[in-house]
């Protein structure tokens, strides 16, 4: 059966305190990882796909990394507005369409 | 700006009510989709349609009908909600392209069956 653990759940931080959010996958078939950041009373919003081991796509104070079982988020010196949901979702080449969606870790950077 | 609309953003019922939630979207995109998504789970897809043609069903669409009216049209139908149905409930699309398939989502509707 196919899975994806986001962990931790929460997380907080002091702002300027770097960190590392995890999402392992056990699945059949990955075409993609996608990462998507959800603020309270939105929807989720695309940040990266990442594609094969050892890709690294960067976006201002994030940077998403990949291997053959699992992919990191990695924030730098965060900032208060980085405060959101990350979601990871790896896409599947299996028939139809099949993303699955990790429960997120709630992200919290206090000033 | 191209985007993807949701009504009602709110919505109260009771059991065996009929409900229609709407999903519009003036991006162009061919595909469309339906989620859920409830406290501690990820989210979870019930219907997908990738043209006006084309339904079908996702991972939880017991309880679940779908229309697509247009290409810019998606509607989730609960035939006779139940509390279980209560949830968050997120319309997104994506383009016709194989390799990549990001979704853009709509802003949500929270639905609560009594």
């Known amino acids: 059966e196919d899975q994806v653990t986001q962990s931790p759940e929460a997380l907080r931080l002091q702002e300027g305190e770097s960190s590392s959010l995890n999402c392992s996958y056990t699945?059949?078939?990955?075409?993609?990882l996608f990462w998507y950041r959800q603020d309270p009373g939105k929807g989720p919003e695309f940040l990266f796909t990442l594609y094969s081991a050892g890709e690294e796509k960067e976006k201002e104070r994030l940077k998403a990394t990949i291997t053959k079982k699992e992919s990191f988020l990695h924030i730098t010196a965060p900032k208060p507005e980085d405060s959101a949901t990350y979601l990871c979702a790896p896409h599947l080449g299996t028939g139809g369409f099949k993303t699955i969606f990790g429960a997120g870790t709630r992200l919290f950077v206090k000033a | 700006d191209a985007d993807v609309t949701q009504t009602p953003r709110n919505r109260i019922t009771k059991t065996g009510k009929r409900i229609m939630l709407e999903c519009s979207q003036t991006?162009?995109?061919?595909?469309m989709y339906w989620y859920r998504q409830d406290p501690g789970l990820g989210l979870r897809l019930i219907y997908y349609?990738?043209?006006?043609?084309?339904?079908n069903k996702g991972e939880i669409s017991d309880g679940y009908s779908v229309s697509r009216q247009a290409q810019a049209k998606f509607s989730l139908s609960l035939e006779s909600a139940i509390p279980n149905q209560t949830a968050l409930y997120f319309c997104a699309t994506s383009v016709t392209r194989e390799a990549d398939n990001e979704q853009f989502f709509g802003p949500g509707t929270r639905l609560t069956v009594l």
């Open positions: 991006k162009g995109h061919d595909r």
């Open positions: 699945v059949s078939g990955l075409r993609g």
């Open positions: 349609s990738f043209d006006v043609k084309d339904i």
